[in-house]
């Protein structure tokens, strides 16, 4: 099977539903280094808006923090998001988060996208 969309092409896609509101690691395992992306929810009351923050853990882990989503609604990213090279081709993210309005639980909907191919000396 292959799925497309505006020239990218779906590689991983799913949804998981999250353990109470511990965190859901996604490894890309082919890699001959793994590639893992780790998602949780945060609540920072400081902040006055929702956001993504994103953060390189390691050089082969990625943190991808959903700062005060709202509850009940799905929400995601409009924009792809970049994320680096897979097998020699571009990397990108679209995802939506859905937080139980009691704020027990969560699930994770996602499509990882490879993208054109980049040159080998440029990963």
């Known amino acids: 099977m292959k799925i497309t969309s505006g020239g990218f092409e779906a590689v991983y896609h799913g949804k998981v539903f999250a353990y109470g509101m511990s965190p859901i690691e996604i490894v890309l395992s082919e890699e001959r280094d793994p590639l893992t992306f780790v998602f949780c929810i945060e609540r920072q ?34 924009e792809m998001i970049h994320l680096g090279v897979l097998n020699n081709r571009k990397l990108s993210l679209r995802y939506e988060v859905t937080i139980s309005f009691d704020a027990a639980s969560w699930a994770l909907t996602y499509t990882f996208y490879a993208g054109e191919g980049v040159p080998p000396d440029h990963e």
């Open 45 to 78: 009351p400081e902040r006055d808006e929702f956001a993504t923050d994103i953060e390189l853990v390691r050089y082969n882990e990625v943190r991808i923090s959903c700062v005060n989503f709202p509850r009940g609604k799905p929400v995601g990213n409009e």
